[in-house]
């Protein structure tokens, strides 16, 4: 199963899509449109997790495809 995660950059300005929590696939101005993106990796490679993250860095929602 692969995971991505969702994760503000250091200023929380921009989200990032990573994957396996490694290097970040792409940067994005909006959390709706990393969220977005995730969700169409993870469809495409199902079975898959998406993690996302707050500004802290703490879990607030994890989905499942």
């Known amino acids: 199963m692969k995971k ?4 503000p950059n250091k200023d929380v300005t921009g989200w990032f899509v ?3 929590d490694v ?3 792409n940067e ?3 959390k709706d ?3 977005q993106k995730a969700e169409q ?5 199902s079975p ?3 993690i996302i993250m707050d500004k802290n860095h ?6 499942s495809f």
């Open 58 to 63: 703490d879990i607030v929602e994890e989905r």
């Open 41 to 45: 990796l993870a469809m495409e490679n």
């Open 33 to 35: 449109d990393a969220i």
């Open 28 to 30: 994005y101005v909006a």
């Open 48 to 50: 898959s997790k998406i």
């Open 4 to 7: 991505y995660s969702v994760v």
């Open 18 to 20: 990573k994957l396996e």
């Open 23 to 25: 290097a970040p696939e």
